[in-house]
Structure formats: C-alpha cells, structure tokens
C-alpha cells in the first residue's frame, strides 16, 4: 500500500478502502479512509504502540444471520490477528469506532444501521472496549488515524460528496472475499 | 420394512463425533457450534490452555483449532495433542485466516490433518469433517 505526505500533519499517510485493512507497529503515519454506511474500526495497543485499521460492510443483499457474521466478523478477525501477530497484547486492544451513516434511501434494509449494530455487538461479545465512536447519522465522514498516539481525527462530509461515497461503497460490495479453501493434507 | 431402512439410512448419515472446537473468539465458537450441533457433540474452548487441558482430561474424535491465539497458539496445541498416544491418529484441523504457503507447511509438521482458511463454509465443513473422521 502507497502513501503520500500530507502537509496538514506533517506525516506520511495511507489510504483504505472497503474491504481492506492495515497494520503497522512503531510507525508514525496518518491511515485514513472515507466513509459512509460502511464502518471502521481503529485497533490500538498503546503498550506495544501498534496500531490497525479496517473498513467494513455488511451484505446488504443477505437476510442470514450466518452471512452478515462471516463478513463482518472477518473484517475484525483478520484485523486483530495482524495486531496479534504484529506483537500485541489482546487484552491491550482498545477501539475507536466510526461510519454507519444512513443517507441514501436506495440502500436497503438500513444497512449503516446494522453495521453499527454489529460492531457495538461484536465489541462486547469479543470483550474489546470502545473508547470512542462516532457512528450513525446522516453524513459521511473522512477518517485519520494517527498509528503513533492513537488519536482520530473526523471530518464531516458535504451531502453532494456524501452521494458519491455510498454509490462507491455500493459497488465495491462484491470485492469482499467469499469462503476460504480448505486443505487436507497427506 | 421401509421405515427400518429409512432409519438405518438416518442413522449411517449421521456420524455423531465428540469435537473440540479452541479458539479465542467467541463468535467463531459460536458459529461453529451452530453449524456443527446438529450432527455431532461440541464442546468449546477460549484459549489454548484451556483446549490442551480439555483434551487432556477427555477423549475427542476431532479437534479445531485456531492459529493466532494468545500466549499459546494453535502450533502448540498441535504438538501437544500429537505427543499423546491417544491422539496419534486421531484428526485435528487447524482453522485460521492465515492462507500463507509457509504457515500451513508449518501446520502439517506439526501433525495437523488440515487446514481450513476462514470465513468458513459450513457445508464445506461439515464434509471436511466426515471426510476426515471416516
């Protein structure tokens, strides 16, 4: 993944988008991402001074409770199990949480809604605290997390970008991966 | 005569196995037990100390185990299910997002009999399963 220096904080920074994630251990850069129904959550070990951050949508197709679990729960799996591997301490991890806008009435069944459902559930049944969130509401919303302190910043976005945002997370939906091989071996 | 080959039928389809599922994410656990229940005995462990203790006290015929755990990883319980007589040729999956060549040539030196790469797929699993306990 590339980055670009950002005159404004004075660091490198590096962008996600929906259905990717970025782990890193003592380095000093700004990941940021954008976000409208989708939801990201920022992991930070501030002991071990690692940090990750995902960007994630639940199907908005699927009535299945196994479906929205898989896609969900993958995102925040495979984000804490690069922190794990990175060096940190499970018990250290601490979330800040933030998206799940509800603007565009062609998006069915709520699904910024129910990205912010899942998150604060999943939150409380893996046993990591939420230390700070903005989620929910009627505008999207630019992210940076600082990978060396820990801070977030938020901007909010205009309703005429806003509309552009959605319509791209629309579309990059089918990126997400499906089910993983199995392999039995000799 | 019909109903006694149909609840034989039934009865060879369903092979009810005792497993162990040891992963520290408790949804994963619970995904596991719902898509397993139906079919065989599952009981569940939170981390690897817990599993190897579990399988120590009692016999299973099927351990899944995750790979990143903390403190002790799905490698160990690997080496210490395989170190015990009653478990040399009995099946243990490992069951990660990890998909790296080099990861799952460490898992089969350690005597794993598999490895699944999440998010699973329940059908893909449950035949997985019977596939190694026959």
Not at chain 1, 83 to 112: P, Q
Request: proline content about 3%.
């Amino acid at each position: 993944m590339k980055t670009h220096y950002h005159p404004k904080f004075g660091i490198d920074v590096l962008n996600i988008t929906a259905g990717e994630h970025y782990v890193c251990k003592n380095k000093h850069i700004m990941i940021t991402t954008i976000l409208g129904s989708c939801v990201a959550a920022c992991a930070f070990d501030p002991i071990k001074k690692i940090a990750g951050m995902n960007h994630f949508m639940l199907p908005i197709s699927s009535n299945n409770n196994l479906d929205k679990m898989r896609y969900g729960h993958h995102a925040m799996e495979v984000l804490i199990n690069d922190m794990l591997v990175s060096g940190a301490i499970k018990s250290n991890i601490v979330l800040k949480v933030f998206g799940g806008a509800n603007v565009n009435r062609n998006i069915s069944k709520n699904i910024g809604r129910q990205n912010v459902e899942f998150i604060r559930e999943w939150a409380v049944k893996e046993n990591f605290p939420i230390i700070a969130e903005d989620l929910d509401g009627e505008y999207a919303r630019r992210i940076y997390f600082n990978t060396l302190t820990g801070k977030v910043n938020r901007l909010m976005i205009g309703q005429d970008k806003a509309n552009i945002v959605f319509h791209k997370e629309e579309t990059t939906q089918n990126t997400i991966p499906q089910y993983g091989d199995v392999e039995l071996f000799d | 005569m019909r109903i006694a080959l149909a609840i034989r039928i039934i009865f060879l389809e369903k092979i009810m196995a005792k497993i162990l599922v040891i992963d520290d994410s408790r949804t994963i656990r619970e995904m596991l037990i719902f898509s397993l229940k139906a079919q065989h005995t599952v009981d569940e462990a939170e981390n690897g100390q817990i599993g190897i203790d579990m399988f120590k006290r009692q016999t299973y015929d099927l351990v899944i185990t995750d790979l990143n755990m903390p403190n002790i990883d799905g490698l160990t319980v690997i080496r210490e299910y395989r170190k015990l007589p009653q478990y040399r040729s009995k099946p243990i999956l490992m069951l990660t997002t990890e998909a790296d060549a080099t990861k799952k040539q460490q898992g089969k030196e350690a005597g794993a009999t598999g490895w699944m790469v999440k998010p699973f797929d329940p059908a893909k699993l449950i035949a997985t399963i019977a596939k190694v306990l026959g």
